[in-house]
């Protein structure tokens, strides 16, 4: 597609229940990331597929935190048994060959509220 | 380690110079720079390579102390669409993913 497209835009749940988050990032770019920015605050990495290569899970905060990506396009972030503190709104960016084309794209996001 | 971006935040009149600094404990294979505005996505501004040249884009501008660890966004004859919140991400020994700082806020008044 044209740009990196996020599905829902919006999520509220109740604590306790599973969310999937969607990410479709540009066709061809073969590096797709997720970050976490909660109110006020900067963009705290996730996780990182590049490929065909085992993804960078480093910034998974707790074992309640997955992600897939299938067939090296689409990625689900998965958060089970939401908590309060997982509110936030869940960015993703694609990106062709980071530091020698260019940056980031990320997509607008969807905000993530846990009441 | 997350950059450390200073100021926090800055109040302009439009036509006014703004610089933003980012500096980091780690050394530094790139530096990135985004915008965002609010309830908006970040949009790449420019990206600053090991060998200190300085990149441009319109009338904001770039540098890169590949020794000091530092990297500065130059905002020159600020205009009212330069508002938002600025992010420095660093990538860190060619790690391929970005650890950005918290942000400076910008803001440009008529």
């Known amino acids: 597609g044209a740009g990196v497209s996020q599905s829902p835009s919006n999520k509220v749940t109740e604590k306790g229940k599973d969310v999937e988050l969607r990410c479709d990032p540009i066709s061809g770019h073969t590096a797709l990331y997720w970050y976490r920015q909660s109110l006020g605050q900067g963009l705290e990495f996730l996780i990182y597929?590049?490929?065909?290569?085992?993804?960078?899970k480093s910034g998974l905060p707790s074992d309640r935190f997955s992600a897939e990506r299938t067939g090296g396009s689409v990625s689900t972030l998965t958060i089970q048994r939401t908590q309060q503190e997982d509110s936030a709104v869940y960015l993703c960016?694609?990106?062709?060959?980071?530091?020698?084309?260019?940056?980031?794209?990320f997509g607008s996001g969807t905000r993530l509220t846990v009441v | 380690q997350q950059p450390v971006q200073s100021p926090q935040a800055v109040i302009l009149r439009e036509g006014e110079d703004a610089v933003i600094n980012c500096s980091s404990s780690?050394?530094?294979?790139?530096v990135h720079w985004y915008r965002q505005k609010h309830g908006e996505a970040p949009v790449f501004l420019m990206i600053l390579l090991k060998g200190g040249e300085q990149k441009g884009h319109e009338k904001i501008s770039a540098s890169f102390n590949e020794k000091k660890q530092q990297s500065s966004l130059y905002l020159t004859a600020s205009q009212l669409s330069y508002s938002g919140t600025y992010f420095c991400?660093?990538?860190?020994?060619?790690?391929?993913?970005?650890?950005f700082g918290k942000g400076t806020k910008l803001t440009v008044n008529p």
């Open positions: 960016a694609s990106s062709l060959q980071l530091g020698i084309t260019g940056g980031y794209t």
């Open positions: 780690k050394a530094l294979y790139s």
């Open positions: 597929f590049q490929g065909n290569s085992a993804p960078d």
């Open positions: 991400g660093t990538e860190q020994g060619g790690s391929e993913k970005l650890v």
